[in-house]
């Protein structure tokens, strides 16, 4: 048998580029099991089609969605609150409004998706808004891809 293959790590840090988050700085991990990521795209496609009647499973699996991010992907962040660090954490992921939130973790799904944060939603700006860039580190190279014009900076 063969020496043992090391499956590499793959990181990026999510930089949020408009107000009321320009500047916000969200390291994750790429390189997640299919559960975790699975889990996440559930939620993701639920909350984009919620009406009344599933408002308690989306939040169910909203909850889910965020605790598996946020102990799976989320490596850490620059996100504060009245001069003290949120802790990042799934109860601080928890603490984080819904649009901040949402803004992170579809974000971090078209990043993972292929590497583009619009890959998975054909050119189109997702539908949580915002925008944001990815700056992955594969080989030691950064790459930084603007959501908005998904036009590449370096």
Do not use: C
């Not at 063969?2 to 999510?14: I, M």
């Not at 099991?33 to 699996?61: F, K």
């Amino acid at each position: 048998m063969t020496k043992g293959f090391t499956v590499p790590e793959r990181t990026a840090t999510l930089v949020l580029d408009e107000p009321p988050y320009q500047g916000a700085e969200i390291e994750v991990s790429l390189t997640v099991g299919l559960g975790t990521y699975l889990g996440i795209m559930r939620w993701s496609a639920m909350h984009s089609t919620v009406d009344q009647r599933d408002a308690e499973a989306v939040a169910v699996a909203m909850e889910q969605a965020v605790r598996l991010f946020g102990e799976n992907a989320l490596l850490g962040w620059n996100l504060e609150r009245a001069g003290r660090p949120i802790p990042a954490t799934p109860d601080g992921m928890l603490s984080l409004g819904v649009d901040l939130m949402s803004q992170i973790i579809s974000t971090w799904l078209g990043a993972i998706a292929g590497g583009d944060p619009l890959a998975s939603r054909s050119g189109k700006q997702g539908s949580m808004g915002g925008s944001s860039t990815v700056a992955s580190s594969p080989n030691r190279q950064t790459r930084r891809t603007q959501r908005a014009s998904l036009q590449s900076v370096g």
